[in-house]
């Protein structure tokens, strides 16, 4: 059974940073494009980028590259968002992706980041 | 970056009616197209990817068609079970973009 469970989310202060982890499991890690996908309280889906199988392309919505990295451990298999500066417009439950032709086949349960002093 | 506009956004429909929603690029996405169901509280799940293919184990009422810059999802025979929001997804080109989202609830 696929399964992608993000972790590493909460509560955090305007401007500072936060990593979170995605541990995925019950399918070969290596062999998939992965990404991250956000969605704010009551709005719609927002893609934050994806990275290939070996770390070495790595797409971005423009607005978020500056802030944003993503990144991944295969001997781990897990991927990681990066996020640095954050604002208020950064408050979302993000969710761990794993591409399958573009789409999304396999969704994370999403963890929540709340951007608040 | 390539826009979607999908419409309806909320839609009405009682149980056993076909229902359809739209997307429309912003250019001709060559069937670059994915369609999510989200259900309140739940993460979306993939219902059709390229634009007409159903997505493992989803039910065969849904279908996707469509080309170049207009795709349709179509509901037939509504299930309680389909209250949800629905989203489509380009993936032709990046940055990827999704549709602001359509609301289906039961009349």
């Known amino acids: 059974e696929v399964k992608l469970v993000e972790s590493g989310g909460g509560l955090v202060q305007p401007g500072r940073s936060l990593k979170l982890s995605c541990a995925a499991s019950?399918?070969?890690?290596?062999?998939?494009?992965m990404g991250w996908v956000r969605q704010a309280p009551g709005k719609g889906l927002e893609w934050i980028g994806e990275?290939?199988?070996?770390?070495?392309?790595?797409n971005y919505t423009p607005s978020l590259k500056d802030k944003f990295t993503i990144s991944r451990d295969n001997a781990q298999n897990t991927l990681y968002l990066q996020m640095s500066k954050l604002g208020s417009e950064d408050t979302a439950i993000y969710y761990c992706?794993?591409?399958?032709?573009?789409?999304?086949?396999?969704w994370g349960q999403g963890v929540m980041v709340t951007v608040s002093s | 970056d390539i826009q979607m506009t999908q419409s309806p956004a909320s839609l009405s429909a009682s149980l056993g009616e076909t229902v359809t929603i739209e997307c429309r690029a912003s250019?001709?996405?060559?069937?670059?197209l994915a369609w999510y169901q989200q259900k309140p509280g739940k993460s979306p799940q993939l219902l059709i990817y390229?634009?007409?293919s159903l997505h493992t184990g989803v039910p065969s009422r849904f279908s996707g068609s469509g080309s170049g810059t207009q795709y349709s999802l179509k509901i037939n025979s509504l299930q309680s079970e389909d209250v949800a929001s629905y989203f489509c997804?380009?993936?032709?080109?990046?940055?990827?973009?999704f549709g602001a989202g359509t609301k289906l609830e039961l009349k």
């Open positions: 992706a794993r591409d399958h032709l573009g789409a999304v086949d396999y």
């Open positions: 019950g399918f070969n890690f290596n062999d998939y494009w």
């Open positions: 990275i290939n199988k070996d770390s070495s392309t790595i």
């Open positions: 250019e001709d996405i060559y069937n670059g």
């Open positions: 390229n634009a007409n």
């Open positions: 997804q380009q993936y032709y080109d990046y940055p990827y973009t």
